[in-house]
């Protein structure tokens, strides 16, 4: 197989690690109002955004095809802004994944500030520290692990995206065409040997960002019950 036949594995990869850094970034606010809110709507933000972990990926796809269609509202708008559509595009695949892996930033972030309590903050304040100040310096570093945890989950499972990418972004090589659509089109075409070379790298590199999440979280379970 040469470097070409791997492209679809690139780009992946790229995929992934642009949602990660946007999704740390955009789901930080999103988790700490949820862990601090007492907003009777909180429930229903909180059931949106788990949404992607028990809706058929097709589904969404389909709603988030119609939305970045050139003919919808949000679609026109990004076709003036930027002179290029959201379906079959690259972009499309960013924004949509942003949507497919949401709560697996979330709720982890969400999890680590509600175990980080309220007493941190409160003393930050009490020294005179700015919101922003002591979220960024107390906080956050004591919401390392829960950083983590969302950063290795977000990663592998937008690697395994399909359904969503299939609907938005199809197959179109060196833009939409991921590892996980590159798969399932050497099944379709018999090429076997490419799927066995393609599933095994996927395999092997989602255990390896997942293993070493489980150790690091033990290592840190150990040294705090020390």
């Keep these: 197989m040469s470097l070409g036949d791997l492209a679809p594995l690139w780009l992946t990869l790229k995929l992934a690690a642009i949602v990660t850094a946007l999704l740390l970034v955009l789901g930080t606010p999103l988790a700490w109002w949820l862990s601090r809110t007492r907003s009777r709507v909180a429930p229903v933000v909180e059931a949106v955004t788990a949404l992607p972990l028990v809706l058929p990926p097709t589904v969404l796809g389909f709603y988030l095809l119609l939305a970045f269609n050139p003919a919808a509202p949000f679609g ?28 697996f930033t979330v709720q982890p972030l969400q999890a680590a500030f509600t175990a980080l309590g309220r007493a941190p903050m409160e003393a930050a304040a009490s020294l005179g520290a700015a919101p922003v100040d002591a979220f960024l310096t107390v906080a956050a570093p004591l919401s390392l692990r829960g950083y983590l ?46 799927a066995h070379l393609l599933s095994g790298l996927l395999l092997g590199l989602s255990f390896a960002i997942l ?6 979280n033990g290592r840190g379970r150990k040294r705090g019950s020390r």
């Design 76 to 103: 026109a708008f990004w076709l003036s802004a930027t002179g290029g559509t959201l379906t079959f595009s690259f972009a499309g695949l960013v924004l949509a994944s942003l949507f497919y892996s949401l709560p």
């Design 211 to 216: 293993l070493t999440l489980y150790v690091l």
């Design 149 to 194: 945890t969302a950063a290795v989950l977000t990663f592998a499972h937008t690697l395994g995206e399909f359904g969503v990418v299939l609907m938005v972004g199809g197959n179109i090589p060196g833009e939409t065409r991921v590892i996980s659509i590159a798969i399932y089109e050497a099944v379709e075409t018999v090429d076997y040997a490419t």
